[in-house]
């Protein structure tokens, strides 16, 4: 069954410890993974786009990167206003679909 | 530039009320797709057009729910009869192309009294 895993499910950081965030798929055949920010009372924003393992990418203190298996958002010196949801979500090949994981909550304390 | 626009942003009405959601999709996207939002199911796709055409509604939870795009600028979905259990955020997002990113609006948040 084509599954989307993130983990954990919530993390508390101080302001300026680094971390990072999980997102395991099985699915048969990556189109793309994608990574979103959500705020509340807002819809997903649209952070990354990974294509092919290996493949990085950076956007301020935000760094995706992608395996076989899994991606990671590292979150380098955070800041309080990075504090939201971030969704991970897969689309396989010949499908429109995005099959989204239940996203991680971040809480960066000052 | 303008992102997917969504109204109403908040709508509570009572059971058995008909509902409509309406979506702007930005301008120049082929895609729109219709998505809800609960603590328990997370993120459910409803309805995916492409072009205008509904290419796939398996997703829409029943018969009482019902989605149209009668042109490429304008959306709109409908429950009738509401009931409670339909409270949820509903989202609406477009998208340019394939491999292209889907691109949210900031949903409307219904409550079915």
């Known amino acids: 069954e084509d599954q989307v895993t993130q983990s954990p499910e919530a993390l508390r950081l101080q302001e300026g410890e680094s971390s990072s965030l999980n997102c395991s798929y099985t699915?048969?055949?990556?189109?793309?993974l994608f990574w979103y920010r959500q705020d509340p009372g807002k819809g997903p924003e649209f952070l990354f786009t990974?294509?092919?393992a290996g493949e990085e990418k950076e956007k301020e203190r935000l760094k995706a990167t992608l395996t076989k298996k899994e991606s990671f958002l590292h979150i380098t010196a955070p800041k309080p206003e990075d504090s939201a949801t971030y969704l991970c979500?897969?689309?396989?090949?010949?499908?429109?679909?995005?099959?989204f994981g239940s996203g991680t909550r971040l809480l960066v304390r000052p | 530039d303008a992102g997917v626009i969504q109204s109403p942003r908040h709508e509570v009405t009572e059971m058995g009320q008909e509902v409509t959601l309406r979506c702007k999709p930005i301008?120049?996207?082929?895609?729109l797709f219709w998505y809800r939002q609960t603590m328990m199911r997370g993120l459910e796709l409803l309805i995916y057009?492409?072009?205008?055409?509904?290419?796939?509604d398996s997703g829409m939870p029943e018969d009482r729910f019902s989605a149209k795009m009668p042109n490429a600028s304008f959306s709109t979905l409908k429950i009738q009869p509401s009931e409670p259990r339909d409270s949820a955020v509903y989202f609406c997002?477009?998208?340019?192309?394939?491999?292209?990113?889907?691109?949210f609006g900031d949903g409307t948040r219904l409550s079915i009294l």
């Open positions: 990974l294509y092919s």
């Open positions: 057009f492409n072009n205008n055409v509904p290419i796939d």
């Open positions: 997002a477009s998208k340019a192309g394939t491999g292209q990113p889907q691109h």
């Open positions: 301008s120049g996207h082929n895609s």
């Open positions: 699915v048969s055949g990556l189109r793309g």
């Open positions: 979500a897969v689309q396989m090949d010949s499908s429109y679909k995005l099959i």
